[in-house]
């Protein structure tokens, strides 16, 4: 017999949760110094940011916005900043809501930018956080990896 459906906060948890938990179980920590291991799964979850950030930022908005185009051979280069200097970020926000609904006007884009750039910044936040609650766990790397060798 169901119970009724669990809160909202309970999947987000374990969705947020997830991809730091399977960064904290990898092998890395198994192999670096103590010191580190707290360290591993921020910096893991950072490194994804950065890629991230990247991605969007230097390719996909530049992309979609026409600041860049795809080479002869396929490839797509990356933003440099200097492409950016004579109308910068408004610039790809007005670019960005041409064929767009009324509602998505460049103000609402450049919000939506600002928001995104905050919630990856609480990824890094509570990747910390949870970083720092786990040093209190008194399980060795054999322990978490003991059951492969079995």
Do not use: N
């Not at 799964?41 to 600041?67: D, M, N, R």
């Amino acid at each position: 017999m169901s119970q009724g459906c669990p809160r909202l906060g309970t999947y987000a948890r374990r969705d947020t949760q997830a991809p730091l938990q399977t960064i904290d179980k990898c092998p890395l920590k198994a192999i670096a110094p103590r010191v580190l291991r707290p360290a591993v799964a921020p910096g893991g979850v950072f490194g994804l940011l950065a890629l991230e950030f990247f991605g969007v930022h230097f390719c996909a908005i530049p992309y979609y916005t026409g600041l860049i185009a795809r080479l002869p051979g396929g490839g797509l280069p990356a933003l440099h900043i200097a492409q950016i200097r004579g109308g910068g970020l408004w610039l790809m926000a007005q670019r960005l809501s041409v064929d767009k609904p009324q509602f998505l006007s460049p103000a609402a884009i450049a919000i939506a930018w600002i928001l995104f750039l905050a919630a990856t910044a609480s990824l890094m936040a509570l990747a910390c956080a949870m970083a720092r609650k786990q040093p209190g766990r008194q399980r060795s790397p054999e322990a978490d990896w003991g059951a492969i060798g079995s």
